[in-house]
């Protein structure tokens, strides 16, 4: 899933001087039984670094209340089952110190002897499969997004065509040829765009930076300081609010680097149209039937988004190092099939049958993207995993979008009046229990959004046994995957399609508390709206509550 470009308001706080206010502060993690506090979250630059798994009424953060359930309804019980959950994603480093010893093997395979052992199509698949792989043991890195690839298609075909000659059986495609045109030039507009207000918070940047140096006689001053100036010229207080802005979000020279590197690589992968890695694979693309191809390397170039996510589901717990996932007990497959671009359909579908044909009970899917030229394979493949009961749990998506109005792809519907009952949409939220608790990117939906969790500062796994907040859907989602597999693990007598209820039926609602609506636009312009409003659950998804209904279900 893509992560979206950091949208810099910056010349609205300098020429209209808003100023947050905000203090350098660090809560530090409650431990499940001690509350803290009251906790100033207008003082508060971040959150506790395992602040997803707090409870509120402990700690006043709307975690998931896991570290509650651990310490007092899971204390005296042993799980039941091992679950495990694929993570399709864009690779995931099973050589990981929390994660090495949670991987899903496959036992039926002999390790590297260059043999398909158990016959199920994929040669030493020990840990999972890779679908963007090819037979030489190359991988595909960067691909472009959809939108490209039927622009590409579509302009070899009407790109030069005589207008007057276009027959009545093509004047359909050619009118969305032209409505594809149109999406492709909005966006690589935006990315202008955005490559513009980056250089110029960059700019001034550096321009605040050395008045400041000037001001207090080096560069070792604190937010407090800055905060606490009195200007007495427009220079300085221009020095003031730049560096205030960029304090408070985190901003350095690294984060400005990392976006214009990412602009770069989406001009010159994802919206190039002459770009096209696919002879790496070496299948017939053309034929969507086909299954068994790609290599058995489950990190590929970059696995840091998937080892990411993996870590939130299943990190080893209690081992001392790093960070607990949600879920214990719990088997992580992988499954490569998203590149630095957007995933192909074919192998999204191809992915999601690996997963049931060999022994997944959940499946998480952070990725999603605006276009899916053969949405019918997916949808048989969703429909696949629904008829043999394993859940599948999705990201949301990125786009600050209502996904009501403009899917995000894949989606459980098989068609206007069907879909898949084992699936669950997952927006993100915030630390923040006030107008900014909905992730500003974060896509909703009254209807097709079922639950939202934690997705933001989400502290989890990276490659070569490193360690990173993230924020995006793409987080939260694997929070939910990782509560239905502990539901499922201590409570293994309960059905899927219960164990979907009882996350949704769980939730806590908010009735009454209005957020700001995500947009993609100015967020001082952001509409506000009551929270149960942006999903069909109406809730935050709580483990506590969860395995409070698990046990009187399963009684």
């Not at 302009?155 to 040829?177: L, M, P, R």
């Not at 988004?305 to 949600?326: L, Q």
Request: hydrophobic share 30%; charged share 20%.
């Amino acid at each position: 899933m893509k992560v979206p470009i950091l949208c810099f308001c910056l010349s609205i706080a300098i020429f209209y001087g808003c100023s947050t206010s905000q203090q350098v502060a660090q809560q530090p993690t409650p431990t499940p039984d001690q509350p803290v506090d009251s906790v100033d979250f207008n003082a508060l630059q971040k959150p506790p670094q395992a602040w997803h798994h707090l409870d509120e009424q402990q700690t006043q953060f709307r975690g998931i209340s896991s570290q509650r359930a651990y310490a007092n309804l899971l204390k005296d019980k042993s799980p039941q089952k091992e679950i495990i959950v694929a993570v399709i994603d864009g690779g995931v480093d099973s050589d990981h110190e929390d994660l090495k010893e949670v991987m899903w093997v496959n036992e039926d395979e002999v390790p590297d002897n260059n043999k398909d052992d158990d016959q199920n199509g994929y040669t030493d698949d020990l840990h999972g499969w890779n679908f963007i792989g090819g037979p030489d043991g190359k991988s595909v890195d960067d691909d472009t997004f959809e939108l490209t690839r039927i622009y590409r298609e579509l302009s070899a075909k009407f790109g030069n065509v005589d207008t007057t000659q276009i027959s009545g059986s093509e004047a359909e495609e050619y009118a969305y040829y032209q409505e594809i045109k149109s999406d492709y030039t909005e966006e690589i507009e935006k990315l202008v765009s955005q490559y513009s207000n980056i250089q110029s918070l960059e700019q001034s940047m550096n321009e605040a930076q050395q008045v400041l140096q000037q001001h207090f006689g080096d560069t070792t001053y604190t937010h407090d300081q800055v905060q606490s100036l009195q200007p007495t010229n427009r220079q300085l207080a221009f020095a003031q609010n730049v560096m205030s802005y960029v304090m408070e979000n985190d901003i350095d020279s690294t984060l400005i680097a990392d976006q214009k590197k990412q602009i770069y690589e989406f001009a010159k992968y994802g919206y190039n149209p002459d770009f096209n890695p696919r002879h790496i694979v070496g299948d017939n693309y053309e034929d969507k039937t086909e299954r068994y191809y790609g290599n058995n390397d489950v990190a590929g170039p970059d696995a840091s988004h998937g080892t990411h996510v993996a870590g939130i589901i299943a990190a080893e717990r209690n081992n001392g190092i790093g960070m607990d996932g949600v879920s214990t007990n719990t088997r992580i497959m992988a499954i490569r099939a998203v590149p630095n671009g957007d995933e192909r359909d074919k192998d999204v579908a191809n992915a999601i049958r690996y997963a049931v044909d060999n022994g997944a009970n959940i499946i998480n899917m952070s990725f999603g993207k605006g276009y899916s030229p053969h949405q019918d394979i997916v949808n048989e493949a969703i429909k696949y995993a629904d008829d043999h009961g394993v859940l599948m749990v999705h990201g949301a998506g990125n786009e600050a979008s209502n996904t009501d109005s403009i899917p995000s792809y894949p989606t459980d519907q098989f068609s206007s009046d069907s879909s898949a009952e084992l699936w669950l949409s997952v927006g993100a939220t915030s630390w923040k229990p006030n107008e900014e608790f909905i992730a500003n990117f974060s896509n909703y939906g009254n209807q097709t959004v079922d639950i939202f969790a934690p997705g933001v500062a989400i502290y989890s796994t990276m490659p070569d046994d490193k360690y990173k907040r993230q924020d995006g859907t793409s987080m939260a989602s694997p929070v939910v995957a990782g509560v239905a597999a502990l539901i499922m693990t201590y409570y293994p007598k309960l059905t899927p399609q219960q164990v979907r209820q009882i996350i949704i039926d769980s939730t806590v609602k908010y009735s009454n508390q209005m957020v700001d609506l995500p947009t993609s636009g100015n967020p001082d312009q952001a509409k506000q709206i009551l929270f149960p409003e942006l999903s069909a659950s109406d809730g935050l998804i709580n483990v506590y509550r969860a395995l409070q209904s698990a046990e009187k279900m399963s009684q």
